[in-house]
């Protein structure tokens, strides 16, 4: 999935909204749909993912050496 800025004034996708949408969501595959939506709604639709899917964090490097020091000595 790609998001671009719209560069053309259309309306926002979702129901009911009225603003002019500033992004373009793009997936690629047999059937292609563009989906333009305003700031307004991106905010929201990110809102409502977040409660769904957190994102995990990245092991950093230094602490799995330490970790394994500490296992080395036990």
């Known amino acids: 999935m790609e998001v671009y800025e719209c560069s053309h004034k259309v309306k926002c996708d979702f129901a009911g909204c009225r603003n002019v949408a ?7 595959g047999l ?7 305003c700031e307004e ?10 409660k769904i899917k957190v ?7 230094f602490k799995l050496n330490k ?8």
Request: hydrophobic share 35%; with cysteine.
């Open 31 to 37: 059937l292609r749909r563009d989906i333009c939506l």
């Open 22 to 28: 500033r992004f373009t969501f793009v997936k690629k």
């Open 55 to 61: 994102p995990k964090a990245v092991a950093s490097p």
């Open 67 to 74: 970790r394994l020091k500490k296992d080395e000595k036990q």
């Open 41 to 50: 709604c991106v905010n929201e639709l990110y809102d409502a993912a977040k």
